[in-house]
Structure formats: structure tokens, C-alpha cells
């Protein structure tokens, strides 16, 4: 059984740092790409960054470049997002999505297997 569980949300200030985890099991990860999805309230998911776990090569937002760092621990088959230079426009409940074939973010993109989400809080 496939299973994504985010960790590490919670409530920052603005300007402050954080980072979520995604465990992943029941696949082999080396295989896949894991993306970072946020969905505000009565907006939008947005996806914000994706890693191919098979070259490493990565891929993030206009909205987050340079602030957030999408990198993975394939011993521990765990991808990090590092949140750097928080906002409160970066609240959200943040997912982790994984996918054998799809290595985008474009809007509307779907992946296969998602996790339960994490909230993020900034506070101004």
C-alpha cells in the first residue's frame, strides 16, 4: 500500500523558517517524483516545487523560488521542503503527491498518490 504522510507544519512568524517532511512507502522511490502541493482557503491547489527522485533534478514555483528548497533523503525515502523567508500569504495546508510519470506542477496536474496534508500558519 502506497502511503505519503507529511510532517512538520505549524504555526511561524512572518520571516521565520520551516520545514515538512513527506515519508513515503510502498513503492520504490528512486522511481518516482514527489511534488509539494499548497491549497489556500478558497483558492486554488498550487503546485510549488517537485523533485525526479531517479536524477534529482528539481523544479519550484515563481511564487517560492528562492525561498523554499524541495531535496530528498532517499535512504530514509523522505522529501523535505525548507521554507525559508516566510509569509502570510504563504498559509496553507501543504500535501505531498507522488507519481511514477509526472514530474510537473502546472495547474490542474493530477498525481497518482497524495498524502493527508499539513498546516502551515504564518502569522504577520
Known amino acids: 500500500e502506497v502511503q505519503l504522510v507529511e510532517s512538520g507544519g505549524g504555526l511561524v512568524q512572518a520571516g521565520g523558517s520551516l520545514r515538512l517532511s513527506c515519508a513515503a512507502s510502498?513503492?520504490?522511490?528512486?522511481?518516482?517524483?514527489i511534488a509539494w502541493f499548497r491549497q489556500a482557503p478558497g483558492k486554488e491547489r498550487e503546485g510549488i516545487a517537485v523533485?525526479?527522485?531517479?536524477?534529482?533534478?528539481?523544479y519550484y514555483a515563481d511564487s517560492v523560488r528562492g525561498r523554499f528548497t524541495i531535496s530528498s533523503d532517499n535512504a530514509k525515502n523522505t522529501v523535505y521542503l525548507q521554507m525559508n523567508s516566510l509569509k502570510p500569504e504563504d498559509t496553507a495546508v501543504y500535501y505531498c503527491?507522488?507519481?511514477?510519470?509526472?514530474?510537473?506542477?502546472?495547474?490542474?496536474?493530477?498525481?497518482?498518490?497524495w498524502g493527508q496534508g499539513t498546516q502551515v500558519t504564518v502569522s504577520s
Open positions: 510502498g513503492f520504490t522511490f528512486d522511481d518516482y517524483a
Open positions: 503527491a507522488a507519481d511514477r510519470w509526472i514530474r510537473t506542477i502546472v495547474p490542474g496536474v493530477i498525481y497518482d498518490y
Open positions: 523533485m525526479a527522485l531517479y536524477d534529482g533534478n528539481s
